[in-house]
């Protein structure tokens, strides 16, 4: 949780500076690094709780892919 706060914060000052070095208002720009923070946040927050999952998708997804047939066999002619 504390990892995808950090993401979230960093991403909205990179965002909040990016908007402020355009010469943005200063209520846009916060909104902008507000929403991209946020957003940033939970998506990190949800890579995060479902690592294990992926982790074990892959690697099944990787042993399953050697096994089994890759094509039909040769009918009778």
């Given at each position: 949780?504390?990892l995808?706060?950090?993401?979230?914060?960093?991403?909205?000052?990179?965002?909040?500076?990016?908007s402020?070095?355009?010469?943005?208002?200063?209520?846009?720009a916060?909104?902008?690094?507000?929403?991209?923070?946020?957003?940033?946040?939970?998506?990190?927050?949800?890579?995060?709780?479902?690592?294990?999952?992926?982790?074990?998708?892959?690697?099944?997804?990787?042993?399953?892919?050697?096994?089994?047939?890759?094509?039909?066999?040769?009918?009778?002619?």
């Open positions: 949780m504390l995808a706060l950090l993401i979230g914060c960093g991403t909205a000052g990179a965002t909040y500076a990016y402020k070095q355009r010469q943005a208002t200063n209520g846009a916060a909104g902008a690094a507000a929403l991209t923070g946020v957003s940033s946040a939970a998506v990190a927050y949800a890579a995060l709780v479902f690592w294990p999952l992926v982790l074990l998708g892959g690697v099944g997804y990787l042993w399953m892919r050697g096994s089994g047939p890759k094509a039909l066999g040769p009918g009778r002619s």
